[in-house]
């Protein structure tokens, strides 16, 4: 039964290849990463335009989750250049090194093996705002004012509430005594504090929201936050690698006011223009010269790609999870000990969120499609040996002594009255965890693997249903085709007396 299934999963691997591949063909490109928000997203489309410009064949893995994701990523060699900021390298990537100068970053970074471009010339440092409207019935224009309304629901970045530089420290800083406090994606931010599900968020000082929204920014009167210089990150040996793409990457030197910043981040989140071109004619006005553009591909360009990405997440996992998971079944029901510590085993690996294991998986495997593919194969073996053992453990003592009194071998017993008589519970094994991960799925997005998680994640971050019903629509139609195949398969696979009947 298995065989089957394991060779048409293998099959839509083999079809669908997976999008960290699909990036190495022919000559290595140079990689720019950015952060899941809307300005560095607009730089790193900036940095591959110039890049280009250079001669060089450039590579934007947008999008990528948080700082650490980026710096991890940049230390492996998964990637080669990001964009970043001077407070977040001293306060998070440095360990807390606020008493580094300039200098002594570039000293601290070089024996890292990372470079750093001096300041691109704007400051996006952090701050709190909150309705125009609010604040002035409140009567709030600086942080410090927080500490006489213990009643306003604060609610922040998710690796604001952990950082360095984030909430801990500011708490401790002005002695605010809020604990109505939450994590949230910072776009959605924006969205609760204009449906009044929060008061306050921390905002980047160069949003194009802050105007959009009429917010009132809180002045930082203690002067808690430190300077958040963009500059660019790069590998040591880029500079080996590739000279003339360095020294186009240090055009960008001084060369981005706040305002211009600002402005290139209204035209991507309040206008809808592509990060692309927004990047390209800003390289333009640089460079006084036509730089390479794209074509962009309609949407079902971008359906097929993402599907062809999604299918192999899907199917490499899973087909792996398979040809591991039924033999621990199987162990789990003949060995009762041994099958207690598989399940427990496969029991506690479901229970890791699943954000936290595509992390955990970075250090070992990189970015992109690897660590993804692992953590759904991870998440995959617990419904599949779970209802292998019990599809075994549950066939009646009569039939086990019948087929032993039968002088049937273990093997044979197994091959032909055991897996036929548990096929049914093996089969709703599978197909559990195959809907569990294509869903566990698009959340590989946020580390580079691409798939229906990636429009979902670019439409929460520039608020486009649109954008998002391209991923979740597809997925869910995916689950369900998916699910219509394995009844379908019931029908070849499980023994006719051992199949559910039909409701009429």
Do not use: C
């Not at 074509?295 to 591991?324: F, Y």
């Amino acid at each position: 039964m298995s065989r089957i299934l394991i060779a048409s999963l293998l099959g839509l691997m083999l079809a669908a290849p997976s999008p960290a591949l699909a990036a190495d063909a022919g000559s290595e490109p140079i990689r720019v990463g950015s952060k899941k928000f809307t300005e560095s997203v607009v730089l790193g489309e900036l940095l591959a335009h110039l890049l280009r410009a250079s001669g060089a064949k450039a590579l934007h893995r947008a999008e990528l989750g948080g700082s650490r994701v980026l710096w991890n990523a940049l230390q492996g060699g998964e990637i080669d250049a990001y964009p970043e900021y001077t407070g977040t390298i001293r306060l998070e990537l440095l360990g807390g090194r606020d008493d580094l100068d300039e200098a002594g970053l570039y000293t601290a970074l070089r024996a890292l093996g990372i470079e750093m471009s001096r300041p691109l010339g704007f400051n996006n440092t952090y701050a709190l705002g909150l309705l125009e409207a609010r604040a002035e019935e409140l009567g709030l224009t600086r942080v410090s004012e927080l500490v006489a309304h213990p009643a306003l629901r604060l609610g922040f970045t998710s690796e604001f509430m952990d950082r360095e530089d984030g909430w801990p420290g500011l708490r401790d800083a002005y002695a605010l005594p809020q604990r109505n406090v939450r994590g949230l994606d910072h776009d959605l931010a924006y969205r609760g504090l204009a449906g009044g599900s929060i008061d306050v968020t921390d905002l980047y000082s160069t949003d194009a929201d802050i105007r959009y929204y009429g917010l009132r920014v809180l002045a930082d009167d203690r002067q808690y936050f430190p300077l958040y210089n963009a500059v660019v990150l790069y590998r040591s040996d880029l500079a080996e690698r590739a000279p003339a793409a360095v020294r186009m990457l240090r055009k960008l030197e001084g060369a981005i006011s706040a305002e211009a910043m600002t402005r290139m981040n209204a035209r991507a989140k309040i206008d809808r223009v592509p990060e692309e071109q927004v990047a390209a004619e800003f390289a333009e006005t640089l460079l006084k010269r036509p730089v390479e553009r794209r074509r962009r591909g309609s949407w079902i360009d971008s359906l097929l790609q993402h599907s062809a990405e999604h299918l192999g997440l899907v199917g490499i996992s899973l087909g792996a999870a398979i040809v591991l998971a039924v033999p621990l079944g199987i162990a789990a029901a003949h060995y009762a000990r041994f099958g207690q510590v598989i399940l427990a085993l496969t029991g506690v690996i479901q229970t890791i969120p699943s954000l936290a294991l595509l992390v955990f998986m970075i250090p070992l495997l990189g970015i992109g499609a690897p660590p993804a593919v692992a953590a759904l194969f991870l998440y995959s073996l617990l419904p599949i040996v779970r209802n292998t053992y019990t599809g075994l453990h549950d066939i009646p003592i009569g039939l086990r002594e019948s087929a032993e009194a039968l002088g049937l071998a273990p093997l044979a017993r197994l091959r032909s009255v055991e897996l036929p008589m548990a096929s049914r519970s093996i089969l709703a094994g599978i197909k559990t965890s195959a809907v569990i991960n294509i869903g566990t799925a698009t959340l590989g997005a946020l580390i580079g693997a691409g798939g229906y998680g990636q429009p979902i994640l670019t439409g929460i971050r520039l608020d486009d249903t649109a954008l998002i019903l391209q991923g979740a629509v597809p997925a869910a139609a995916l689950a369900l085709v998916v699910q219509g195949g394995f009844e379908l398969a019931e029908r070849g696979l499980v023994p006719r007396g051992l199949r559910l009947p039909r409701s009429e």
